[in-house]
């Protein structure tokens, strides 16, 4: 069964730290696998989407590693601001359909304090 | 920012009623997806479509049901709204290929 399992299911950091996240997945045949953010009461907004040939892809100060061999996924955050408050999703994507369908995780619910 | 559109934000209403959720976006995209979301669990995907005149069920059963009539719209209707119903509808689009699906901002939808 294609499942994505997301961990810790919440966490809270201070403001300034640096925090990541994880994802591992069962899904097969992958095609690529997506961080999403979202902010509470907003849809998802991707941050990242990364392919089976990539190890890493940072967008700002975000950044997301990817070992296929594992099946596993991580998003690290630098320097953590109040606005990284969010819940954070990953998505993976299977290339048995012509539609890229797509698991989604339950997600990581990331809060920044002050 | 993506440009796609829900309305309304939120809607409250008594069982029974006939529904339709709005999704609109200006960008082109010939796929168009309706997720639905509960507090805490993962999006479950209920409508899609690969673009003018056709439409899919999801993997989540649903009583709703949608049509595309034009590229940009993209609406969901339920025809007799019961408080089971009640979540959050998320419309997405998306253009050929790995394209990340765009989201609209949902509706939170509660059925009395």
């Known amino acids: 069964k294609n499942q994505v399992e997301q961990s810790p299911q919440s966490l809270i950091i201070l403001e300034g730290k640096n925090c990541t996240l994880q994802c591992n997945y069962t899904v097969s045949p992958f095609s690529n696998l997506r961080w999403y953010k979202q902010d509470t009461g907003r849809g998802p907004v991707s941050l990242t989407i990364m392919t089976f040939s990539e190890n890493t892809k940072s967008n700002g100060r975000y950044t997301a590693t990817l070992d296929a061999d594992t099946k596993q996924s991580s998003l690290h955050i630098t320097a953590s601001q109040l606005s990284d408050s969010a819940s954070y999703i990953c998505?993976?994507?299977?290339?048995?359909?012509?539609?890229?369908?797509?698991?989604f995780g339950r997600g990581t619910q990331l809060t920044v304090w002050p | 920012e993506a440009d796609i559109y829900q309305t309304p934000r939120y809607l409250v209403i008594g069982t029974g009623k006939k529904i339709t959720l709005e999704c609109s976006q200006t960008?082109?995209?010939?796929?168009m997806y309706w997720y639905q979301q509960d507090p805490g669990m993962e999006l479950h995907l209920i409508h899609y479509?690969?673009?003018?005149?056709?439409?899919e069920k999801g993997d989540l059963s649903s009583e709703s049901t949608v049509s595309r009539i034009r590229t940009e719209h993209f609406p969901l209707t339920l025809e007799s709204a019961r408080p089971s119903h009640t979540s959050q509808y998320l419309c997405?689009?998306?253009?050929?290929?790995?394209?990340?699906?765009?989201f609209g901002d949902g509706t939170r939808l509660s059925i009395l």
């Open positions: 960008m082109g995209h010939d796929k």
């Open positions: 998505v993976v994507s299977d290339r048995g359909s012509t539609l890229g369908r797509l698991y």
């Open positions: 997405a689009s998306s253009d050929q290929g790995n394209q990340p699906q765009h």
């Open positions: 479509s690969y673009g003018v005149n056709s439409t």
